[in-house]
């Protein structure tokens, strides 16, 4: 079993930039491929970025693209999503998750196994 945990949330102007980490424990997620998703108040959870097991593949939702960057350090556990120029659009709890082993990169949250709690990101002026 895999437990994540998201931080790095907060308020942030339009413009600025914050960078979320995901934080695994139970397991080590060097053969998990990772991703991020969000959800604004009154919509769907939606795809923002994932990333292969390896880091050496990687991809985003269009909305984000040339914005947000994932990565991740294998040695530490560790998933980023770190993301600039943001906009109020980008408003959302935004959640980790991983896939169980074996599998590439996921778009659809239903290709994903377990999940942090989620952490809050306010982009407001």
């Known amino acids: 079993q895999v437990q994540l945990v998201e931080t790095g949330g907060g308020l942030v102007q339009p413009g600025g930039s914050l960078r979320l980490s995901c934080a695994a424990s139970?397991?080590?997620?060097?053969?998990?491929?990772m991703g991020w998703f969000r959800q604004a108040q009154g919509k769907e959870r939606e795809f923002v970025a994932t990333?292969?097991?390896?880091?050496?593949?990687?991809d985003y939702a269009d909305s984000v693209k040339g914005r947000f960057t994932i990565s991740r350090d294998n040695d530490k556990n560790t998933v980023y999503l770190q993301m600039n120029n943001l906009k109020p659009e980008d408003t959302a709890v935004y959640y980790c998750?991983?896939?169980?082993?074996?599998?590439?990169?996921?778009?659809?949250?239903?290709?994903?196994?377990?999940w942090g709690q989620g952490t809050q990101v306010t982009v407001s002026s």
């Open positions: 139970g397991r080590n997620i060097r053969q998990l491929t």
């Open positions: 990333i292969i097991y390896s880091g050496a593949s990687w």
């Open positions: 998750a991983s896939r169980p082993q074996g599998y590439g990169l996921g778009y659809a949250q239903q290709y994903y196994q377990y």
